[in-house]
């Protein structure tokens, strides 16, 4: 990288002694050089945002599969419950039904995290 020493050109600023530098064109005339430098922040400053967006996603990937792992806990505590009640004779007449509601529900809960799990992995 060239570091650039400044003279003072006749009538104008303070010009880089640099090829690719300032051109001095006339008093307050600068031609500027620096697109590619500009174009490559732009393009650094596009990258940091595009990991910041998938930062972002993977963060709600794991927050959405902690409350699915949650929901299915809920769900089994209630099965659970269910199962009891019917087991000690104090279940409901639609025991049954409501067992294969929740077996039905834990069960593709259960499959959309191993897809997830499949699709992450």
Do not use: S
């Amino acid at each position: 990288m060239l570091i650039p020493t400044y003279r003072r050109a006749a009538g104008a600023d303070l010009t880089p002694d640099v090829p690719g530098g300032y051109a001095p064109g006339g008093p307050g005339e600068k031609k500027e050089c620096t697109v590619g430098f500009l174009d490559k922040v732009k393009d650094t400053a596009n990258k940091g945002v595009e990991k910041g967006k998938q930062g972002v996603k993977l963060g709600q990937e794991k927050i959405d599969a902690a409350k699915l792992k949650k929901r299915v806990g809920e769900l089994k505590e209630e099965l659970g419950g269910v199962v009891y009640a019917q087991r000690t004779g104090t279940g409901a007449a639609d025991a049954d039904a409501e067992i294969t509601r929740l077996v039905g529900e834990i069960q593709a809960a259960e499959q959309e995290l191993a897809d997830d799990a499949t699709a992450a992995g």
